[in-house]
């Protein structure tokens, strides 16, 4: 599976524009393999949001190949993305997406409800990430009872809970102080050390440095970079 993990070939993306067409990726070309912590460095306009949506299956390309762990993307039908978005990629955002209503727990556990899994089981595994993630205390406590840390913490958890084979994480600390957003990327080096791959999308030289693998956005085209010299 090493060489057919994650691989995009000649990827393209453009929006019609009234009578014009815009193209916002150009030929991308990418492998990330398992295991692998890879952040995907660009600023603002660079392409890099409309490559993560690629990436998460949120999107199709106007041209090219993406393979997902052997899946053809594009030959799948509506019903088979929406399975892989719910099972097999892990999404983390910037604004950390929890439900008020709902406490961490069953917060964690909403994607196992969309997976069809008991409630027990539900329960179970929501308990076991919230562990993980250093949260055991926090099982009853709302959203707003918790720091934004903690929250991006839940989050995690939630994106972990089904056992992907993918984490996606948009800005993650783009919500955080830097303090908290250190904090937040030493949980992601803890997590990629256990073997679970994750991929990062951020502006932020110095969040990117926290990866293994940078590879640089620009006008549409990936370049790769180092750590180093991100």
């Not at 595994?125 to 918790?146: F, S, T, W």
């Amino acid at each position: 599976m090493a060489g057919e993990f994650f691989k995009m070939r000649g990827i393209v993306k453009s929006y019609r524009m009234g009578d014009e067409e815009q193209v916002v990726l150009k030929g991308i070309d990418l492998d990330i393999q398992p295991g692998e912590f890879l952040s995907i460095l660009g600023p603002s306009g660079s392409g890099k949001t409309t490559l993560m949506n690629l990436i998460g299956c949120l999107d199709t390309p106007t041209s090219g190949e993406y393979i997902l762990d052997g899946q053809l993307i594009r030959a799948l039908s509506e019903k088979e993305l929406a399975r892989i978005r719910s099972r097999e990629i892990g999404f983390i955002f910037q604004q950390f997406q929890l439900l008020p209503r709902m406490t961490a727990q069953k917060n964690v556990e909403l994607p196992l409800v969309y997976a069809g899994v008991g409630a027990a089981e539900r329960a179970q595994r929501a308990r076991e990430m919230l562990e993980l993630v250093g949260l055991a205390d926090k099982l009853d406590h709302y959203p707003n009872q918790l720091s934004g840390g903690q929250q991006q913490r839940v989050a995690i958890a939630r994106a972990m809970v089904t056992q992907p084979n993918l984490l996606l994480a948009d800005e993650p600390t783009g919500a955080l102080d830097q303090r908290t957003g250190r904090q937040v990327m030493q949980l992601f080096r803890e997590i990629n050390a256990q073997g679970h791959t994750i991929v990062m999308i951020t502006h932020d030289v110095n969040i990117a440095k926290n990866a293994s693998r940078v590879v640089k956005i620009l006008d549409g085209q990936l370049s790769e970079g180092s750590v180093e010299d991100a």
